[in-house]
């Protein structure tokens, strides 16, 4: 890696390398939120160190069993957030296209969901 990379990227970097190699022949490489081309933030693909640390890595963290997206409330409780301020929620929410949710929803209903033994 560049050692002129600030370290910040570097560590988004090594994330996202981490979440591909874990996901690499499952199949599930487009329900991860990060660095993901379908999922834009003020046009660019996000990162928040926070949500990683919690466990937040897959659309499907942001669904309730029901494949409901979490409201905002709900969704600090259940990862214990305390830096995530709504903006950024819904920022991602609605970044996330139709296709993506859809296919999310069919992995919940199918009870094929990536678990933590998976990262």
């Given at each position: ?19 591909k ?6 199949g ?29 890595k ?9 494949g409901?997206?979490?409201?905002f409330v ?21 970044a ?7 296919k999310?929803?069919?992995m919940?209903?199918?009870?094929n ?7």
């Amino acid at each position: 890696m560049d050692e002129y990379l600030p370290r910040f990227y570097k560590d988004i970097l090594l994330f996202f390398d981490e979440l591909k190699n874990q996901y690499g022949n499952k199949g599930h490489q487009d329900m991860i939120l990060y660095n993901n081309k379908e999922i834009l933030v003020e046009p660019k693909p996000f990162f928040f160190q926070e949500w990683f640390s919690k466990g937040i890595k897959m659309i499907t963290d942001l669904l309730d069993n029901q494949g409901n997206i979490l409201s905002f409330v709900d969704f600090k409780s259940k990862y214990h957030l305390r830096k995530t301020n709504f903006l950024h929620f819904y920022q991602v929410i609605s970044a996330i296209p139709h296709h993506l949710l859809v296919k999310a929803r069919e992995m919940i209903f199918s009870g094929n969901v990536p678990g933590d033994e998976d990262f």
